[in-house]
């Protein structure tokens, strides 16, 4: 490992991430039509954050992204909602893409070698299922992608988890 990744050694709590299981996130996303992927997107994007060790701007985008995306749907019938759901799009691309950033940030600070999907192929899906949201289709590539970004981020504190059990760089075995 390259000693400028070196993680710092932690005397406090080690970093950790929460699993966050794809099927149930999924299943409990359609359960409450979305709703619960939200919450727990928050989550994800609030651990990344704090493990990331970097100034971001993600935490405005997620109210921007809320704002745009309850706004657009309550005032569809008028001329604000049909200008707000656009501007949804994009603000949640730029989420999408600064959560990601965040994530592959606390990847190389770590060390963390747990496969995931580039950010190219989730910023793909989730274009892709805005792009068919308008014939319902879109709910496929969108379920496809929460799944893969819960699966990566599950993935991810695995190995966080193990690694701290075994007291490897960066944590004290306890």
Known sequence: MNPAAQPPTYAAAPPTLER??????????????????????????????????????VGTLFGAYLACTIGGALLTGILVGFLLIPAGYVVGWLLLGETLRLRDQVRQRYGLAAPV????????????????????????????????FFGDHTALAA??????RAGGPGFDAR
Do not use: C
């Not at 580039?118 to 496929?140: E, N, P, R, Y």
């Open 117 to 148: 999907h580039d950010a190219g192929t989730h910023k793909g899906m989730w274009i892709g299922g805005q792009v068919l949201s308008w014939i319902v289709i879109g709910i496929v590539p969108l379920i496809m992608q929460a799944w893969w």
């Open 159 to 164: 190995e966080l988890e193990n690694r701290r």
């Open 20 to 57: 966050m299981d794809p099927v149930t996130t999924v299943l409990l996303g359609v359960v409450t039509l979305g709703i619960y992927p939200l919450v727990k997107f928050w989550q994800a994007i609030t651990q990344y954050r704090a493990l990331a060790g970097s100034p971001t701007n």
